[in-house]
């Protein structure tokens, strides 16, 4: 059973960076998709970004792209989400995701995934 715990959330001001990070345990498969999720109150769970593992593809959101990069430590099965510049848009509950055996054009697709974490606030103030 994939576990997977997020944090770094808080409160920053708009033009600010934070870093979420997501730790997983219990993973089996070679093969998956991670995939940034956020979810703010009245609104449906869109994708921010996601990677593949093995290879290095990435793919982000087109309200992201350019403010936002995922990386991983395979090492410490870390994965994080490094966000610059933040807007007040961008103010959401922060989850991560993974798709054990995920294929690379599935990973926009929130259905797809099979285990998540607890969520991380992020709030942006202006």
């Known amino acids: 059973q994939v576990q997977l715990v997020e944090s770094g959330g808080g409160l920053v001001q708009a033009g600010d960076s934070l870093r979420l990070s997501c730790a997983g345990t219990?993973?089996?498969?070679?093969?998956?998709?991670i995939g940034w999720f956020r979810q703010s109150p009245g609104q449906e769970r869109e994708f921010v970004a996601g990677?593949?593992?093995?290879?290095?593809?990435?793919i982000y959101a087109d309200s992201v792209k350019g403010r936002f990069t995922v990386s991983r430590d395979t090492a410490k099965n870390m994965v994080y989400l490094q966000m610059n510049n933040l807007k007040t848009d961008d103010t959401a509950v922060y989850y991560c995701?993974?798709?054990?055996?995920?294929?690379?054009?599935?990973?926009?697709?929130?259905?797809?995934?099979?285990?998540w974490g607890q969520g991380t606030q992020v709030t942006v103030s202006s």
């Open positions: 990677l593949r593992w093995p290879g290095r593809a990435t």
């Open positions: 995701a993974e798709d054990p055996g995920g294929i690379l054009s599935s990973i926009r697709y929130y259905a797809n995934y099979d285990y």
């Open positions: 219990g993973r089996t498969q070679r093969n998956y998709n």
